[in-house]
Each structure stands twice: as C-alpha cells, then as structure tokens.
C-alpha cells in the first residue's frame, strides 16, 4: 500500500501510468552550512592544524561501503579519476533555467511543435531536426526525499577537494521542502545536472507531476540519482520510487548523503542493499567537513559515475572553464 505522502506526489500522474518517471533538478534553493570565518587572524592560523589533522587521520569505518557494494562494477584506475577530477574542479558551472511546468523546459515546446508538424520538412541549415536538438548536452537528474541533500551533493561535486568549504553553485535550505522547481545547471558546456522537487514532507501534487513528467519525457535525460539521507535509512517512499524507476527501465544508481552523521553502522548495515530492485550502483557519501570527517568521500567514484552516463570520454576537457 502507498504512504499517504506518496499518494499525495503521485496523485496527478496516473495519466502517465505507461510513461517514464522524470526526475530532473539541481536544486537551486538549499543554504549550506560553512565553517565560520571570524577574522583573518583565525584563518592563518586554521589551515597548518586542518592539514595536519587530514594527514593524521584514518577513513571513516563506513567508507568500506563503496568498495562492498561496487565489487561487481569496473573500478576505475587513479589516472582516470585524476582526470573527471580535474573535468570538475575546471569546469565553470553556470544555473541555466528553472521549470515550474515540463512544457517550460528549455526546448520541449518547439519539440511537441516539431513531432505533430510533418516529417520531412528541413530546417535552417538544411537538416531535418531544429538547430537545438543538435548535440544537446546530456542531463542527470537528482532525485530524492526533501532535505535529503541534493543542493549540498551538487555542491560537493563541483567544489575541489582542497576546499574547506563548499561552493554556492545551488543554495540549500534546511526547510523541508524548500525547493518547488526543477534547476538546471551548465558543467563545463558538456552536461547538466538538474534538480528536483523533493517528495515528501511540504510537497505538492504539482512537484509531483512536474518531476514524473520530466523523468518520463526528457529526451535529454540519461540517469537518476536517488538520494537517500543516511541517517534516515530506506523508508516506503524511497522504495516505491526504486520500484517505479527500475519498472519503466529508467537507469539510476542510489547516493546515500549525509553517512557521517550514522550513529549505529551496524544497523544500517541491516539493510539488504544487494537485493533492489534494477541492480543499481550504490554510493556513500558525506557533503560537510567536521572533526570526525574532515574529507569529503564518495565523490570521486560519484562524478566517475556521472561523467561515464553522460557518455563523455575520459580525458574530456570543459568547453567553458573557471576563471
């Protein structure tokens, strides 16, 4: 039986019982939290102990969980790593639009227009699809409960491992809920990433439908990644989701956020993870640095998983760079 709250997300969408889930958004809402900086006196003197602190400490006991869970997968060698790395520490990444309705989405309006105008009449150029369908950037979509990290995940990936604190390329919040549309952000002119309405607490039927309607649509959309909070573990609305992805053949791999702050491992552990439904990729990620986690782990397999959906060849370099 479906959770009330899932009734609620899905209510709208039975009209699109035979299409595919649309999971597209970055969101662009979400405040993240940073190290405090009081003066410039502080800061001097901070970055000798934090480095010091890196060098001396061991992994956390939970990022073994990478490894069990992606045994049956390709590892990918140090140099490619070093190189989708470097792809995202370059890459200039640039908000692009925001969607309250799927027909708003950048394109999808000149789409319907084409496929019930006739086949065969050629375009400016001669070809016989819109200069915009031409080569356009392939999307991920993240997906997820609300306040599940999805704006702080984005955040990570596109922020390099030497930094202390994280970029504002997508804003978080800690309310609930906070974000109502799909986000779309530019990685170096060779993918996007898009954000979506969370499910859940403070969501709506129309977040819902919005969501189903671009995972179902989307051209342009190649893989979901579904974030689970790992302090909350997998509920009945993530289940669902999982079932509802695999079932219309959407690919999508599961992030589990926030792994630093899981008190009972154990337990968590509890969960048989091996038997979800699509045989995804799983990976365990932790967004924020503390004292009991001052790395930022996960990401590197998370953007080699990325970039690999997203077909680009390792050694691809951004089209648009930071400055």
Known sequence: ??????????????????????????????????????????????????????????????????????????????SEINSVTHFFNSSEVRYEWSAAHFMDVPGEKLREKVSNESHGKKFQGKTYVPFEFVNGLPEVAFLGKSNAGKSTLLNSLTTSSKETSLGEYAKASRRAGFTKTLNSFNIGNKLRIVDTPGYGYNSDVEQGDLTMEYISRRQQLVRCFLLISGEQRINEMDLQIIEFLS???????????????????????????????GLPGIIFTNSLLSKSCPKRHG?????HLVFQSCGLQIGTKPSRQKK
Request: aromatic content about 8%; some cysteine; overall charge positive.
């Open 247 to 277: 079932s219309i053949g959407k690919p999508f791999e599961i992030v589990f956020t926030k792994m630093d702050k899981v008190k009972d491992l154990g337990r968590f552990q509890e969960m048989n993870l091996h038997e979800l439904p």
């Open 299 to 303: 990401m590197s397999l998370l953007r």
């Open 1 to 78: 039986m479906m959770s009330l709250e899932v009734k609620r997300w899905f209510s709208s969408t039975r009209n699109l019982v035979n299409s595919a889930v649309d999971v597209g958004k970055i969101v662009l809402n979400t405040k993240v939290e940073r190290p405090l900086k009081s003066n410039k006196v502080k800061q001097k003197s901070q970055p000798t102990k934090t480095r010091k602190y890196i060098r001396n400490s061991t992994l956390p006991e939970w990022c073994a969980l990478n490894e069990r869970y992606n045994s049956s997968f390709a590892k990918p060698n140090a």
